[in-house]
C-alpha cells in the first residue's frame, strides 16, 4: 500500500480535531498499520496531552527540520500499541518557523517509514493550516452541528478543494440526538446538504471522550462507549471497508408527544 | 391560539439555523460582501428610476438558494410607471 499522508482539520478551534487525530491513529496502528501522527499545532502542542505520551517528549518536529536531532530521535513510541509514533510540535516556537515547502519535505521523509501520517491542523485558515495541509493528500474535516463550525468547516472545504486534496470527508462531532429530536440541532442530513462533501463519520457526543482526555487513555482502550465505536467505524472507512452509518434522525417524534413532555417538564 | 402554537412550535431552531447557515454560505462562496449587493441595490435603483417610480424605502432584494443554485431575488414595489419620456 502507498503510504497516506491525511491532514485533519477544521476551520474552528475546538470542535476535536486532536480527538480524532488522537483515536484514528490509535485506531489504525490497532490495525496493524504503521502510523505517526503529527501535531502540527506549533506553540500550542496538545496531541501529546491528549495521546498520553507528554512525558516522553524530547525533540520535536522543528528540531528535525533545523537539524537538531535524526527523525527517528524525535519520535516518540507508543507503548501501549505497536506501530504507533506522536511526532510532536515545538511549544515554544510559532507557526513561521517552518514553511510548507519544509513539511512537504517532512512528509516525504515519513512516508518512507509510515504507512499513515496524520497530520492534525492548528485551527484557522492562516500559516499553520497552510503547512499542516502542504504535504497532505487527503483531508478530514471535523466538525460540529453548529452553524459558526459548519460555516468555518465550508471555508477550509473550499481552500482543501483548491489544493487539490482529495479525498476531502467530512466527521460530525459532538452529535446530541436528543437536541436532533427536539428540532433544536442542525443533524447529518442538514449538514450534508449545506456542504457539499463526503460523509466519513459521526461521533456522537460522549463524556467519554472527557474522561478519555483526562487520562490520556485513547477511547479505544476504554470500556465501549457511543464515540469509541464511532472512532473504530471512521478508522475502517478510511482503509476502505465499508461500515453503515449509524442513524441519527429519530427527530420526528409528533410534536403533540414532545409538546406534553415539556408540559410534565416544565410547568 | 398563538400560545398554543409557540408551545408546541418550541425546539425548531434547527429550521433557522439552517436557513442562516444556507444563506450566508451563498455570501462566503460567492465573495459577495454586503457593500457590493448595496452598491448593486443602488444601481438597480438608478436603472429602474428611468422608467417608473419605486418605493425605495421597501425593496427587498437578496440571493438566494434555490435547488442547489444561486439566484438574485428583489422585490420591488413599483409606485407609478413614467410615461412617454422613457430615458433622462
Known sequence: ?267 | MGFLKRFFSRGNSREKAKKRLQLVLIHDRADISPMMLENLRSDLIDVINKYMEIDVQNIEMDLDRDNGSVALVANIPVVSIKRGNKAD
Do not use: H
Open chain 1, 1 to 267: 500500500m502507498d503510504p497516506r499522508v491525511i491532514v485533519i482539520t477544521s476551520g474552528k478551534g475546538g470542535v476535536g480535531k486532536t480527538t480524532s487525530t488522537a483515536n484514528l491513529a490509535v485506531n489504525l496502528a490497532k490495525e496493524g498499520f504503521k502510523v505517526v501522527a503529527v501535531d502540527a499545532d506549533i506553540g500550542l502542542r496538545n496531541l501529546d496531552l491528549v495521546m498520553g505520551l507528554e512525558n516522553r517528549v524530547v525533540y520535536n518536529f522543528i528540531d528535525v527540520i533545523e537539524g537538531n536531532c535524526r527523525l527517528k530521535q524525535a519520535l516518540v513510541r507508543d507503548k501501549r500499541v505497536d506501530n504507533l509514533y506522536l511526532l510532536p510540535a515545538a511549544q515554544t516556537r510559532t507557526k513561521d518557523a517552518v514553511n510548507p515547502k519544509q513539511m512537504k519535505e517532512l512528509c516525504n521523509e515519513l512516508r518512507k517509514e509510515f504507512d499513515f501520517i496524520l497530520m492534525d491542523s492548528p485551527a484557522g485558515i492562516e500559516g499553520g493550516f497552510q503547512n499542516a495541509a502542504a504535504g497532505a493528500d487527503e483531508a478530514l474535516v471535523v466538525t460540529t452541528p453548529e452553524i459558526s463550525a459548519v460555516r468555518d468547516a465550508d471555508r477550509i472545504i473550499g481552500m482543501l478543494e483548491s489544493m487539490q486534496k482529495s479525498p476531502i470527508r467530512l466527521i460530525i462531532n459532538r452529535v446530541r440526538p436528543v437536541l436532533i429530536k427536539e428540532g433544536d440541532m442542525l443533524d447529518v442530513e442538514d449538514v450534508l446538504d449545506v456542504l457539499a462533501v463526503k460523509l466519513i463519520g459521526i461521533v456522537p457526543e460522549d463524556t467519554s471522550v472527557i474522561r478519555s482526555t483526562n487520562s490520556g487513555e485513547p477511547l479505544t482502550f476504554g470500556t465501549d462507549s457511543q464515540a469509541k465505536n464511532a472512532f473504530e467505524n471512521i478508522s475502517r472507512r478510511i482503509v476502505g471497508i465499508e461500515v453503515p452509518f449509524i442513524n441519527m434522525q429519530e427527530r420526528q417524534e409528533s410534536s403533540l408527544l414532545a409538546g406534553l413532555k415539556r408540559i410534565f417538564r416544565f410547568s
